[in-house]
C-alpha cells in the first residue's frame, strides 16, 4: 500500500445493469436493488483501495454499514445502466463516512448517498479505528460531497401498526447477518400496493443498530406522519432488542 493516492483516484466507478430481477412491478429499480448496487461499490472501492475484507482482515477487523441516507431525484428502469461513483469521504467519531452519486446511461443523476460504516473487532462486535496507515485516505475528500449533511440518524417512533417479519435463509449475507438491502424490502413490503404501484421514493434513511440473525422474530412497527412519509422500528420479538429504525419519503 502507498501513499500516494490523489483525490480523483479515490472517486472510483463501477457500472450495473438494472435486471427484472431487481426490479419491482412497474419496471423500476426496488429501493432494495439500489442499496445494493451502492453496498456492492462500497465494497469494491474498499478492497481496490486496500482496506476491504482482506485488508481489515489482518486487523482483526470487517466493515458494518451503520447509517444511510439516500435522495432518489429518478427511479432508474429494466434496461437503464447504474453507474455509481463512490469515494471514502470522512471519519466522524468510530464513524467512517462515504458517498456516492448515481447516474444513468444519459449521465443525468438519478440519486445521491451518504453513508457511515464501523470497523467492529472480530472477538468484542465492538467498533474501533483502522490502523493509522489508513488514515490519510479519510483525509483527502472532505470537501468532495453527494450530500453535505451526515447520514440521519433517526429517534423512536411513538406508535404505529405492527408488522411480523421472521428472517430467513436468502435474508442472510456472508457475515451471517441480515444483509443490508432485506431490511428496505421489508419496510417497503408492509405499504399497501395500490399506493407502491402510483408511488416511488424520493428518500430513504436507515439506521442499523444491531445484527439480525437467522431464524429472529422481527416486530415491524410502522408509523405515518402524513401520506407521504413512514417511519419504521424493528425489534426483536422474543428479547426485546432493537435492531434497526428506517425511514422513507415519498
Known sequence: MTDDFSPPELVLGYTFNVTTADCDMNARLRPGGLVN??????????????????????QQLFWVLSRMTVEIYKPLKWYDKAVVETWPKDVNGLLYLR???VKNQQDEIVAKCTSGWLAIDIQSKRPRKVEEKFSYIFDRMK??????QLPEKLGPITEGETFEVKSTWYD?????HVT???YIDWMIDTLPIDFLMSHYPTRLSINY????????NISLA???????QFLFEGINRDNASLKFRGRIDF
Open 209 to 216: 443498530l444491531k445484527e439480525t440473525m437467522w431464524g429472529e
Open 37 to 58: 448496487y451502492l453496498v456492492l461499490s462500497a465494497i469494491n472501492s474498499a478492497d481496490t483501495l486496500g482496506f476491504g475484507y482482506a485488508g481489515l482482515r489482518g
Open 143 to 148: 470537501e468532495k460531497h453527494a450530500l453535505e
Open 180 to 182: 443490508s438491502s432485506r
Open 99 to 101: 458517498d456516492f452519486i
Open 172 to 176: 442472510l449475507d456472508v457475515n451471517k
Open 222 to 228: 410502522g408509523s405515518s406522519p402524513d401520506e407521504n
